[in-house]
């Protein structure tokens, strides 16, 4: 039987998704930690790129911030962090996550507040808005798409980078594929296989699902400049 075969007949097997540590037990696992690590990336992120968006200044920082945390490689963070106080398992995961998680959402939530309409701004102070009131009550409006954008690629590079939770006891997915690497290669390759085509199914729904979340909370006359512009972003990390 060769891997592709012995894959399928894994994943058919009722007992692999419903037994204590199965598909549905793991699938939760990295469906909640990725959760929590995308939240706490939000946390970090959002408010800063917010902020240095609203004042105009910072631009450089958000990029050396991105590019630093995309130069550290999560499996270097998620063997360092379990050698702190938070130990193996779940947090030093969760954090490790987050920190993967950074880069598109500073870029993308400073992107979306420079990218306001000028003379909505305009209007806005005109009117005697406070630095804050035209943070909250203009910019931020127009930036959901933006913070949308961000939203989707961390989510779906958190997914996808989550099954190394288990080389910390950290669960989820990838345990069922460390767990066939446990077992010879002719007894353990359909599992290996069956749990990497269970990783790369779930971040291409969260992909679709996410997708489509951004195309509702776009505007239709920003779609066009709302994609030019985050793509400006991306390179703008990328390329540092």
Known sequence: MNPVEAALVWLND????????GILDRLGEHLSMS???VALGC???WPIGLWLGHTGRGGGLVVLVANLTLAVPTLALLTI???????????AVVVALAVFAVPPLL???YTG????????????????????????????PLAVPYLAAGFRTAAVQVVATAALASFVNGGGLGQIIRAGFGLDIAAGGGQILAGGVLVAGLAVLVELV?????RLVTPRPLRPARRRA??????????G
Do not use: C, I
Not at 81 to 91: A, Y
Not at 230 to 239: E, K, L, T
């Open 43 to 45: 946390l970090v992120a």
């Open 210 to 214: 996410l997708a489509v979340v951004e």
């Open 35 to 37: 959760a929590a690590a």
């Open 14 to 21: 009722p007992l692999n998704w419903t037994n204590p540590g």
């Open 81 to 91: 962090l379990p050698l702190t106080f938070l130990g193996f398992g779940r947090p």
């Open 113 to 140: 507040v420079r990218q306001a309409d000028p003379e909505a701004r305009d209007a806005a102070r005109g009117m005697g808005f406070s630095g804050w009131q035209l943070l909250r009550r203009v910019e931020l």
């Open 230 to 239: 985050s793509r400006r972003a991306a390179d703008a990390v990328a390329g």
């Open 107 to 109: 870029a993308n939530a």
